[in-house]
């Protein structure tokens, strides 16, 4: 069965430094997302992409986060200048047209020190 | 209006027991309703889902109850298993919009 694959699968970096979390979505499908879940909580929408735009964002989703697809297969997201705040796992999930399921990675765990 | 609330937060049932988790929407717009199962260090995986033209629906030893009057729904495992011992969100969604989950149940299993 087809997968979506992140990587890496746990990221440590210091605060204000840039991190690219890295996702290759199942291939047939259209609309990407990415989501993060702090330990313990829910899991809470960043943003969705379709055509190559984003489509919706979250009030988390600020100047500091960008998303990308730059060669049609992998899906990025960028944090520019990390906080302390931004220690989460952060999971990346692709559906197919019409209200379909969501799969979702296995996650990228990102630590801000 | 974007909110799910679900409850409990965490369960304790016996091995062969049912496990029973609701769920609470607001958003009268949603009209896909999935739950899905997460392990420890895994992502959400979905195990179900139901959209409001039925009541029910049934896929092995899982169940989804549906109230589209009261806007409620629910998940039942029969005869639960210590496999099944894992975090549960449900979730909403209407067409083509994003995926709003709920705060998730911790169910354990006990033997």
């Known amino acids: 069965e087809p997968e979506v694959t992140q990587t890496p699968s746990h990221q440590v970096t210091q605060m204000g430094q840039e991190v690219i979390l890295r996702c290759v979505p199942i291939?047939?499908?259209?609309?990407f997302y990415w989501y993060r879940q702090i330990l313990g909580q829910k899991v809470e929408f960043l943003v969705s992409?379709?055509?190559?735009?984003?489509?919706?964002k979250s009030e988390i989703f600020d100047d500091q986060f960008s998303v990308e697809r730059p060669d049609g297969s992998n899906f990025t997201l960028k944090i520019r200048s990390t906080k302390l705040e931004d220690s989460a796992m952060y999971f990346c999930?692709?559906?197919?047209?019409?209200?379909?399921?969501?799969?979702f990675g296995n996650g990228t765990r990102l630590t801000v020190t | 209006q974007q909110q799910v609330k679900q409850s409990p937060q965490s369960l304790i049932v016996q091995k062969g027991g049912i496990s029973i988790i609701n769920c609470a929407y607001e958003n009268t717009a949603f009209d896909y309703f999935p739950w899905y199962q997460q392990f420890p260090g895994k992502g959400p995986a979905l195990l179900i889902a139901?959209?409001?033209?039925?009541s029910e629906k049934k896929e092995g030893r899982f169940t989804i109850s549906f109230n589209k009057s009261a806007k409620q729904f629910s998940l039942h495992i029969m005869d639960s298993q210590p496999g099944d011992s894992a975090t549960y969100f449900c979730a909403a969604t209407g067409t083509a919009s994003k995926l709003t989950f709920g705060t998730g149940t911790r169910l354990q299993v006990t033997l």
């Open positions: 139901i959209r409001p033209d039925v």
């Open positions: 291939s047939n499908h259209l609309y």
């Open positions: 992409f379709y055509n190559n735009e984003i489509s919706e």
């Open positions: 999930a692709g559906r197919d047209r019409g209200p379909s399921p969501l799969h």
